[in-house]
Structure formats: structure tokens, C-alpha cells
């Protein structure tokens, strides 16, 4: 016998506890689901629920303060666009570093398009494109990361911020100059720091973002009327958060990350610490939260061998999609929610983003 055989007992038969919370779930999840039948009563719907989420999240206990903006560097790219480092208090002594990737000639008529990141990236070098950092560059061919270089290159003022625990805001435990600790997150202690004190790792990042859009509004260099939000993975959880709580997102683009939390979160319980909200599940699904969003434009892509899907695969995407099918549906604006499903697995798809961007600016423009 080895010598780690010695040492422990070998088990036949384990006991554990993922068949008992299934059917936990299924008693106890979605209770405030919208069961109305008229756009009136969904409208009230929304507004509970929208007071609902922004309780779950913990946003109450967040702190407003002076932004203290500070332009750290400009760095002149190639097609003429300048990339610029900000720093953003958002909170008290809390800081985010952002990139804004300006494109030549950008003025009052150009559109800003928020692009947050999600895991494997480190933060916002991925998105904006920093391919020069070989481990990066690595990302960006895995994921097809640098959709925002990509709305830049189409004109957009994309802008790129580290989520709290990514980038230049890596907590305790990263700060080191490893490719495995550059590369990945935090959310695991930040969970442990916010959620004993009724925060979540997904409301701290959604209040960022809120204070990032008032910056970009009380700078007013370019416009934001028509702003949008453009996310993959972690980027999709957060666009879907901030656009179901924030009006002033006028159109956004959730890819990787619309389906059902039973399949993706309780039976997959290995993800991120982001992605958990205590007691959401008990209250909503994942197309209750995008069903918010209506009737403002939404494009939602979906992986077909996404592995985030879950054990059922699509279908457990699809389920959540006809979810905020219904909504629009009832708002009479069908035609402002897209459904793209892609062969293949967790990667953001550019293909048909700029044809799509250009019919969410129109729906919104047509809608006011």
C-alpha cells in the first residue's frame, strides 16, 4: 500500500448534498416571478423588483462620494486611438483604474459603449486589447477578449474599467507579479469581506459602473444619451446587473452569460463567488432579472458548447431567453431583443456586433 493510501480511508459511498438542494430549489426559487397578464401589471412588477434587486445586491450600504478623477496616461495607439488611463474614486478610499479607448476624431456626436470584463483576463488589458502582454494575448485568441479595442476600431468611445478584485485592483492574496495571480480575480475574498456585512462581490461592481457612467456624463465630451454596455462572462453578469437597474444604459449586449441558476450555479457551485447573491434565488431566475431590462435593445449571445450552460446544454439558455421573450413581447417591443446562438464555447462573438449595435442605436432612437 502507498504511503497516502496509509493515511486516509478510502470511501465507496459518498453522502453529499447537491440531489437535496435540487429539490430545495425547486420548492423554494423564482417566488416573485411576474405572473400578470397586462403591461400595466408589469410595469409594478418591475418596480418591485427592481427596489427587490438593488436590495439583494447591498447597494443600500454603499457610499457615494467624490469621484476625485485623475488622468494617470495617454498612450496613442495604432488607427490614431488614444487610449487613456483614469482613476475613479467610487467609493471612500476605493479606486478604479479604467482605460478609455478614444477613437480619432470623437467629439460630442460619438457614442460611449461600457465594456467590463469578466474572468481569465486580467481586468481590463484584455478588453482593450493589450495584446503586447504575451499572457494576454493568449486571452484575447481564447476568448476573442478585445471587444472593446473592437467598438473603438467602430467608432465607439469604449470604456474599459477593472472590476473590483481584476487588473490593478487585485486584493491581498494576487498582488504579486505571478502570471496565475495577474491573470485572475479576487471575487472569492472579496465575497468573504462584503457579504457578513450585507454586500455582495456583483453589487460593489454594479455601483462602479453607476458611478463611471455619472464621470462620463459630467465630463460631457461625448454623447451619452445613447450609451450602452457590452459584456462577456463576468462582463455579462455585470451588463446584465447594471442594465436592469439603470436606466441611462440605453442598449446592451449580455454574451456568455444569460441562463437558468439551477443548471449553471447550483449544480455547477464551483463558479465564481460573483455570481452568488444571497437570497436572489429564492426570489428570481436569470430572465427575470434580464426581463427588467425591456424595452430598451438587448442582445443576448449564447454558446451552443458553452460550458456555462450547464448539463443540459442550450436548452438551459434558451429557457431564460423566452423568459425575456415574454417581456418584451407584453412591451410591445419584440423586435428589440436578439437572441444570437453561436456554435462553440465561451467566447465572445463579434461577427455580427456592429450590424447589431447599429439596430439597438435605432430602436432607441426611434423609442426616445
Not at 31 to 56: D, H, I, P, Y
Not at 127 to 133: F, P, R, Y
Not at 241 to 260: F, H, K, P, Q, T
Request: proline share 4%; glycine share 10%; charged share 25%.
Amino acid at each position: 500500500m502507498s504511503n497516502t493510501g496509509e493515511r486516509i480511508l478510502p470511501v465507496s459511498r459518498y453522502y453529499d448534498s447537491l440531489n437535496g438542494m435540487k429539490r430545495k430549489y425547486d420548492r423554494l426559487a423564482r417566488q416573485e416571478a411576474f405572473s400578470g397578464t397586462n403591461v400595466e401589471e408589469w410595469t409594478g412588477w418591475k418596480n418591485k423588483e427592481k427596489k427587490r434587486l438593488w436590495e439583494l445586491l447591498g447597494m443600500d450600504k454603499m457610499e457615494i462620494c467624490s469621484p476625485c478623477p485623475e488622468i494617470a496616461e495617454r498612450v496613442m495607439l495604432d488607427g490614431g486611438i488614444l487610449r487613456e488611463k483614469l482613476l475613479l474614486q467610487v467609493e471612500p478610499d476605493i479606486w478604479m483604474p479604467v482605460y478609455l479607448l478614444i477613437p480619432p476624431g470623437s467629439g460630442r456626436h460619438s457614442d460611449c459603449v461600457l465594456a467590463p470584463h469578466g474572468h481569465q483576463g486580467a481586468g481590463k488589458y484584455s478588453v482593450a486589447g493589450c495584446s503586447e502582454i504575451p499572457a494576454v494575448a493568449e486571452a484575447i485568441d481564447r476568448f476573442h477578449y478585445d471587444y472593446g479595442l473592437y467598438l473603438a476600431r467602430l467608432g465607439y468611445v469604449a470604456v474599459c474599467p477593472d472590476a473590483r478584485g481584476f487588473g490593478e485592483r487585485r486584493d491581498l492574496a494576487f498582488q504579486k507579479d505571478e502570471e496565475n495571480a495577474f491573470m485572475r480575480g479576487t471575487c472569492f475574498y472579496l465575497a468573504h469581506m462584503a457579504e457578513p456585512l450585507g454586500m455582495t462581490v456583483a453589487g460593489m461592481n454594479t455601483w462602479d459602473l453607476m458611478r463611471l457612467i455619472d464621470y462620463l456624463e459630467e465630463r460631457g465630451e461625448w454623447n451619452t444619451e445613447h450609451l450602452g454596455c457590452v459584456g462577456f462572462s463576468g462582463g455579462g453578469l455585470q451588463t446584465l446587473y447594471l442594465a436592469a437597474l439603470d436606466e441611462r444604459v440605453r442598449y446592451a449586449v449580455i454574451s456568455g452569460y444569460l441562463y437558468g441558476f439551477k443548471d449553471s450555479l447550483l449544480e455547477l457551485n464551483g463558479n465564481c463567488s460573483c455570481n452568488y447573491v444571497p437570497g436572489l434565488w429564492n426570489a428570481l431566475d436569470m430572465g427575470d432579472i434580464a426581463s427588467l431590462i425591456a424595452p430598451r435593445p438587448l442582445v443576448i449571445q449564447s454558446g451552443r458548447a458553452d460550458h456555462l450552460n450547464g448539463p443540459r446544454g442550450i436548452v438551459n439558455a434558451e429557457e431564460q431567453v423566452e423568459i425575456v421573450r415574454k417581456a418584451y413581447g407584453l412591451n410591445g417591443a419584440a423586435e428589440c431583443l436578439i437572441h444570437r446562438c453561436y456554435e462553440g464555447g465561451h467566447q465572445f462573438h463579434e461577427e455580427d456586433l456592429e450590424e447589431d449595435l447599429k439596430k439597438m442605436k435605432f430602436f432607441t432612437q426611434i423609442s426616445g
